[in-house]
């Protein structure tokens, strides 16, 4: 197995009798940022615990940078920096104090962990916070401290379940641009996991997850690819009589979702206009566009992205 990758084989997990993960499979090089995309309850927290060393899988293989997960969990967590979903700072000590804290946990001390924080600090924009406490941080500065403090002992794979939840778009946008830098200087692998479409199109790839399953696979353009032409939305109330007429009346295969219509067509603009000739009062509003992710999961399982 290559030292230099991330490989995933056939990696089922059960909890009693719910089967979260059904046989997934990938691999993320050096330098990528990989993005694990799913709705709630997809399986994403299962596999990063799995990814972290923190459980075995029931059965599958993982290898990292060389190391098997069933062998040897710790050489292998030795490599790992890691963000949990729920934050995992002292808010009652200040940036620096967290920080000093666990790098001595990693045995770091003395100027070449001064050093290290102070370098970390300069690359996540927070040095001049260094001495406040984090509970004076907005959300935004916080998760960017745990990032720092996951980086402390230079690890070569940064796992992170969800690490822009609860953050507004603005600040899930640097916060990524943070982490793309990191990925691209210190060439290490980035796996974060996500429900929010806009963090997963500024990853290298993205797999998305369904239920434990692996659905697609790809970069966010070559996702989207698979889907021909423009999305038309359209609100009704009647929707299974509505997805039906325009079916019939119109070379479309509208999937349902709640009270949407979702519609995949080549020329959007003349689709909507002609739709709207055609069932004015059906249509609550109709709304078109490229594609985006969340068409492309749509498309690929029937169901909404919740
Ligand atoms: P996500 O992080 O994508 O929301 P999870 O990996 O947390 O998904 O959960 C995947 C599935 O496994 C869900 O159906 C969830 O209810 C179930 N699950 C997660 N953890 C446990 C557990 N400890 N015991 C039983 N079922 C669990
Ligand atoms: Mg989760």
Redesign the pocket.
Same mark, same amino acid.
């Given at each position: 197995m290559s030292v230099n990758r991330i490989t995933v084989q056939n990696l089922t997990h059960t909890? @009693?009798t719910?089967c979260?993960l059904d046989n997934v499979s990938f691999t993320v090089p050096r330098g990528e940022i990989f993005c694990l995309l @799913?709705?709630?309850?997809? @399986?994403? +927290? +299962?596999?990063?615990n799995i990814l972290s060393t923190l459980m075995p899988p029931t059965s599958g293989n993982v290898n990292i940078l060389g190391h098997d997960l069933g062998i040897n969990a710790r050489a292998i967590r030795k490599l790992l920096g890691i963000v949990f979903q729920h934050p995992g700072l002292d808010v009652k000590l200040t940036v620096t104090e967290n920080l000093r804290h666990h790098g001595h946990l990693y045995g770091l001390k003395g100027k070449s962990l001064k050093l290290r924080i102070f370098e970390l600090l300069e690359r996540f924009g927070i040095s001049d916070r260094s001495h406040d406490l984090v509970e004076k941080l907005s959300g935004g500065l916080q998760r960017r401290v745990e990032i720092a403090k996951a980086m402390l002992h230079s690890p070569q794979v940064l796992l992170l379940?969800e690490p822009s939840s609860g953050l507004d778009v603005g600040v899930r946008r640097q916060l990524s641009e943070y982490m793309i830098s990191l990925a691209e200087t210190e060439n290490i692998i980035i796996l974060l +996991?996500t429900?929010l479409m806009d963090e997963a199109e500024l990853c290298n790839r993205v797999g998305i997850?369904d239920i @434990?399953k692996m659905v697609a696979l790809g970069t966010p353009d070559e996702l989207k690819a698979q889907i021909g032409g423009d999305v038309v939305l359209i609100e009704t109330t009647n929707g299974e009589v509505l997805r039906n007429a325009i079916a019939d009346r119109f070379e479309v295969l509208p999937i349902l979702t709640e009270n949407y219509l979702h519609v995949e067509c080549e020329r959007g603009h003349e689709f909507v206009r002609d739709v709207v000739a055609a069932f004015p009062d059906e249509i609550q509003t109709v709304r078109f566009g490229k594609p985006t992710l969340e068409d492309v999961f749509i498309k690929l399982t029937g169901n909404p992205f919740v």
């Open positions: 909890y @009693g719910r979260a @799913g709705p709630n309850g997809s @399986g994403k +927290t +299962t596999l990063f379940d +996991t429900h997850l @434990g």
